[in-house]
């Protein structure tokens, strides 16, 4: 099974950026959709994006549609959460996941198998 790990969070201000990276392990990622979700203080896990196997496909929460931007780069067994013009309501720990069945992007965590350790987002004012 594939293991993965995201990196790249952090703290920043209102209005700005940051790039997390889910580095996989154990398989290769290009056999998984690979999914974006977060969890913030008291919140349910909400699906954040996606991206299909062959990279030519992603799909995004109305939330954060035009701000974020999901890659991956197959060759380097990773992908990428872009996360740009941010405020206070993306604070949250922001996970990747990947999905062995689905042929496009699903939004529903229980879809997902394969979870990594999350990491930190805190956009401040």
């Known amino acids: 099974q594939v293991q993965l790990a995201e990196s790249g969070g952090g703290l920043v201000q209102t209005g700005g950026s940051l790039r997390l990276a889910c580095a996989a392990s154990?398989?290769?990622?290009?056999?998984?959709?690979i999914g974006w979700f977060r969890r913030a203080p008291g919140k349910e896990r909400e699906f954040v994006g996606g991206?299909?196997?062959?990279?030519?496909?992603?799909y995004y929460a109305d939330s954060v549609k035009g701000r974020f931007t999901i890659s991956r780069d197959n060759a380097r067994n990773s992908a990428y959460l872009q996360m740009n013009s941010l405020n206070a309501e993306d604070t949250a720990v922001y996970y990747c996941a990947a999905d062995p069945i689905g042929l496009s992007v699903r939004t529903t965590p229980k879809d997902y198998l394969y979870w990594g350790q999350g990491t930190q987002v805190t956009v401040s004012s």
């Open positions: 154990g398989r290769r990622i290009s056999n998984y959709v």
């Open positions: 991206v299909r196997r062959s990279g030519d496909f992603t």
